[in-house]
């Protein structure tokens, strides 16, 4: 496949904060078209003013839409939305003429926790797709860092894997190209979609909700996770 085609823009759903707004940022530096997706256009404006300070010329177009015009105007969408399950789903259902067959690359850690019957037996790729209800290339990556480690690269000499799986192999090489272009990050292939329900289990989302979850059931936390950002 040729490389990722520079003209296109890659929008971010949402791009306003956390690991949305830093894959933005490092894309916006490393010469890629973004546009920022937010429910309040105030907020993707003022992230896109931040990025546009942080990375100066390098990015050739930068600007802030709604969620639904971010998804209407590109053809790779990173899906980053933070919440619950159902609020995720009602999100993509209201965005599914826009989404519809275009790569969607999946950041989001659903939360087992409510169902620990889906353990195993699905994935947060999966679930959204599901969520989506219509046919689109989804490809699985980044849910397994923190948005930290964006924000201070790992040296370029110890890269830091992240692995990717998805079954559109265009869509897989296209995320993949968006991996290596970061300093600091390589990718790797984990396999088809199938595979990424061992992502979920990689995924610091779920780790963070543990940590708040046990700080809130039992006055403080005394289950020992201590990964929260
Ligand atoms: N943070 C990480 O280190 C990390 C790493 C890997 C994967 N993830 C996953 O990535 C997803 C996003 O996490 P995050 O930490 O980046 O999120 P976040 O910083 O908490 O939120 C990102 C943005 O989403 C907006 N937002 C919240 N609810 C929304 C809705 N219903 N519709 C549209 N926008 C909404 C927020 O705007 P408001 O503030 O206005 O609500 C905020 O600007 C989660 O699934 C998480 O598990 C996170």
Redesign the pocket.
């Known amino acids: 496949m040729a490389d990722f085609d520079k003209s296109r823009k890659i929008a971010f759903l949402?791009g306003?904060?956390?690991?949305?707004r830093a894959l933005a940022k490092n894309l916006a530096g490393a010469g890629f078209k973004i546009l920022i997706g937010?429910?309040?256009l105030g907020?993707a404006k003022a992230a896109v003013k931040d990025i546009q300070k942080a990375v100066g010329s390098a990015c050739p177009f930068i600007e802030a839409r709604d969620?639904a015009g971010a998804a209407s105007e590109s053809k790779v969408i990173f899906f980053?939305?933070?919440?619950s399950q159902d609020?995720r789903k009602e999100?993509l259902q209201q965005l599914q003429s826009e989404l519809k067959g275009k790569t969607i690359i999946d950041?989001?850690?659903a939360s087992y926790l409510k169902d620990e019957s889906k353990w195993g037996q699905t994935s947060t790729t999966h679930m959204n797709a599901e969520a989506l209800a219509a046919p689109a290339k989804w490809v699985r990556c980044?849910?397994t860092?923190?948005?930290?480690l964006l924000e201070n690269s790992p040296p370029p000499d110890n890269p830091h894997n992240i692995i990717v799986c998805g079954d559109d192999q265009d869509a897989v090489l296209q995320a993949k190209q968006l991996i290596d272009c970061q300093q600091g990050f390589k990718a790797l292939y984990g396999g088809g979609l199938k595979y990424a329900k061992a992502l979920d289990l990689l995924?610091?989302?779920w780790i963070v909700e543990l940590d708040h979850n046990a700080a809130n059931s039992m006055g403080s936390n005394l289950a020992g996770w201590r990964f929260g950002?």
């Open positions: 949402p306003t904060s956390g690991i949305g937010g429910v309040k907020e969620l980053a939305l933070p919440g609020e999100v950041v989001t850690t980044w849910n860092v923190f948005v930290g995924g610091p989302g950002i």
